[in-house]
């Protein structure tokens, strides 16, 4: 979760940064049917969208080489140095919330407020694991959000390892009353992610005491990788956690040859009430269209074990500096562009979910929404979902970004807090 190189977070912004345009102005409200108006309609976007070059182009030079150059880096660096991790339900997020706040307030944005949500409160406590049988091996781990503690004494119970839920459910007999240790390939993110969300679940299912889920990561240095996971109210919760690739592997081998392997697990996990947070907002209002908004996102809340800098610090930050870097060259957008920082998303979107609820009664002003958190990497386009026409808009928005060479559009938007939006018709 180191903080990412200065040069890749400036050009990373812009690629927000040109949304303010909010386009169409003179088709608010229109539909784009397929019509013999169409095509000239369409002509007339195209022209509106190249005379924003040389704005493009201030906003472009302002951000990579001008006085705002480095700026969402420096933010971002006091902010998780001065912070921490912050973990939903905890006073770390509460004052990240805080500082977030007052920073926007100071920074001349408008309409700044707080928009209370109730989000889960799971702190992790002491945890090791230790391989008894065929030998002693400390083994990493990190329990999975939510989890249930073992009992004070901890579990001691043999292991088996499956490779998948389908060896796990043929092998069903001999799992009962042992540590389920899931070895799953790692194909992709969004595909294996459902051992860690599942794992316990399904091991319960066929009467495991605990699982232990390789990490969800395509590479490891002994590293194991929390994350939220989910239980179901009809199954037996039992303790789980992730532990590094290389322990997996080598537990896999070991079973393999047919090795006995016995683990003492100790978690000692706790789960409170619901706590009071809130979502962070801040907005530059349209000039002509105030009450359609195009909303930018990221999420202020993180995981305990590290500072959340890139996870997702960098992605609520450079939303931050799209609206600044607005402010700065003195424009006013058509449309309100609005900033939301998300709370709770690492428990499933909890703040996001609590905003739609919200504000879906005025989902027809919503005109797009964006979020960031695939990580501030060097840029080079955006994921978006939408219909036909409007990915021909988005395309002929991203010909601005030709100068930082940032203009691909790629086929789905992927992001837990805009997903609801998304899936109600709004582009993404």
Known sequence: QAICGKEKREKMKCVFLIFFMNLLPQHAGKSLGRDDSYPKMFEDIKNEIAGYTGIAKAIIDLAVHGKAQNRSYERLAVFADTIGPRLSGSKNLDAAIKYMFSALQEDGLENVHLEPVKVPHWERGEEFAMMLEPRNHSIAILGLGSSVATPPEGITAEVIVVASFDELHKRAQEAKGKIVVYNEPFINYGETVRYR???????????????????????????????????????????????????????????????????????????????????????????????????????????????????????????????????????????????????????????????????KENISNFDIVMESDEGTFTPSGLGFTGNAKARDIVKEIMTLLQPINVTDVYDNADGTDIDYWMRDGVPG
């Open 197 to 359: 969300s599942q794992g316990a679940v399904e091991a319960a299912k066929v009467g495991a005491v605990a699982s232990l889920i390789r990490s969800i990561a395509s590479f490891s240095i002994h590293s194991p990788h929390t994350g939220w996971q989910n239980y179901q109210p009809d199954v037996p919760r039992i303790p789980t956690a992730c532990i590094s690739v290389e322990d997996a592997e080598m537990m896999s081998r070991m079973s393999f040859r047919g090795t006995k392997m016995v683990v003492h697990l100790k978690m000692g996990a706790k789960t409170y009430p619901d706590s009071p947070s809130f979502n962070t907002v801040a907005e530059i209002a349209g000039s002509k269209y105030p009450e359609q908004i195009v909303l930018v996102s990221g999420h202020l809340d993180s995981w305990d074990v590290g500072q959340g800098a890139m996870d997702d610090g960098g992605g609520a930050f450079i939303s931050w500096e799209a609206l600044s870097l607005i402010k700065d060259l003195g424009l006013r957008p058509k449309r309100t562009l609005r900033l939301v920082l998300w709370t709770a998303e690492e428990q499933g979107g909890i703040g996001a979910e609590q905003y739609y609820q919200l504000h």
